[in-house]
């Protein structure tokens, strides 16, 4: 067990932390930014080889499929009832809850997916693969981080937490985008110029998510370890 938990941490750093990434900067450098659907796709079956990994010795229990879809349409459904709120968006948190209950690798999938279905309603572009690694990042963190850990249902530690991985994490790489679209004289004026004015929007989204961890994190990470025990779904064999 220990054994497959090692190869699992090392498939799951080299699919998310080094393909991913790549494959963004890859489409930026050869690709036009009509083909954001590719590097999409591409960070799509990355966070699904961990789960390759995971299921190496057994089958698939439809159970963990239909977890895994119910968190995703969750996001999307809410990130679509607030869209007349700027910035006041519980994705990043209902994401956060979905790695501290099920782990890294299933925040990981919750995260980028739910961004990429929800840009069906607010619109794809070339940033959507930005999005979907930085939330999906967010995820595997915060899931590394609480995991299986005593104190995940620690209020303050991980709505603060949440927040700074979101205004952070999230911000700096959706930012980065911009900075990439935007930015023709690569220097550190301009460079931070487009960092700066993302700030706000970051402080915001971050303090949202700060304050529904604080109230959602205990009552659904509970009830969603409820039904990883009760029904074995995501637990290493």
């Known amino acids: 067990m220990q054994k497959k938990s090692a190869k699992l941490t090392v498939i799951s750093i080299i699919a998310l932390f080094i393909l991913a990434p790549t494959t963004i900067f890859l489409s930026f450098k050869y ?15 990355f966070s699904m080889i961990p789960f390759f990994v995971f299921f190496e010795n057994r089958k698939i229990k439809t159970s ?3 977890i895994v879809a119910l968190l995703t349409a969750l996001c999307v459904g809410a990130r679509a009832v607030l869209a007349f709120i700027p910035q006041v968006k519980p994705t990043c948190a209902i994401v956060i809850v979905s790695a501290i209950a099920f782990g890294p690798n299933v925040g990981f999938v919750v995260g980028s997916l739910s961004m990429f279905v929800s840009n069906f309603i607010f619109g794809q572009g070339a940033f959507t693969p930005f999005q979907m690694f930085g939330m999906g990042l967010v995820g595997f963190i915060c899931g590394i981080m609480f995991c299986g850990k005593k104190y995940n249902t620690n209020r303050i530690a991980v709505a603060i937490t ?6 952070i994490v ?16 690569f220097n550190l004026k301009s460079v931070m110029s487009i960092y700066l004015s993302g700030m706000p929007f970051n402080l915001i989204h971050g303090a949202i998510t700060t304050i529904l961890l604080f109230f959602i994190n205990k009552p659904m990470t509970d009830k969603f370890t409820r039904l990883k025990i009760k029904y074995g779904i995501f637990q290493m064999e």
């Not at 690709?31 to 079956?45: K, N, R, T």
């Not at 949440?162 to 205004?167: E, H, K, Q, R, T």
């Not at 999230?170 to 004289?185: A, H, K, P, Q, R």
């Open 31 to 45: 690709f036009d930014s009509q083909s954001y659907y590719i590097p999409a796709v591409l960070i799509i079956v």
């Open 162 to 167: 949440g927040g700074l991985m979101c205004m």
């Open 170 to 185: 999230y911000g700096i790489i959706v930012d980065t985008c911009s900075v990439l679209m935007m930015v023709t004289e």
């Open 64 to 66: 963990e499929i239909v």
